[in-house]
């Protein structure tokens, strides 16, 4: 089992930054592909970004791309999502979401995931 819990999320201007957090516990996260989701008001949950530690790989949406960067610190079993940049359209709450990696496939579709935190809301006022 895997827990997971976001932190980081506010209120930030336009052009401003944040950086969220995505802590694990329960189980060592390098074998994991590790992501995040968002969900803005009136949209369906959409995929952000992820990473794989094992493959060394990394996925960003078309619409953060430059803009946000995910890291990890696997000693703390943590992933950050460095959002800079950020425009009203960033506002939604923010999830993250781990499954065993076995490759990107499919990587948008929110079933694949075993294990979801509870999100962190971010806020982008113009």
């Known amino acids: 089992q895997v827990q997971l819990q976001e932190s980081g999320g506010g209120l930030v201007q336009t052009g401003g930054s944040l950086r969220l957090a995505c802590a694990a516990s329960?189980?060592?996260?390098?074998?994991?592909?590790m992501t995040w989701f968002r969900h803005a008001p009136g949209k369906e949950r959409e995929f952000v970004a992820g990473d794989s530690w094992s493959s060394g790989s990394e996925l960003y949406e078309d619409s953060v791309k430059c803009r946000f960067t995910i890291s990890r610190n696997n000693a703390k079993k943590t992933q950050y999502l460095q959002m800079n940049s950020l425009k009203p359209v960033d506002t939604a709450v923010y999830y993250c979401?781990?499954?065993?990696?076995?490759?990107?496939?499919?990587?948008?579709?929110?079933?694949?995931?075993?294990?979801w935190g509870q999100g962190t809301k971010v806020t982008v006022s113009s």
């Open positions: 329960g189980h060592t996260i390098t074998s994991y592909a």
């Open positions: 979401a781990a499954i065993p990696f076995v490759g990107w496939a499919q990587h948008r579709l929110e079933s694949r995931y075993n294990y």
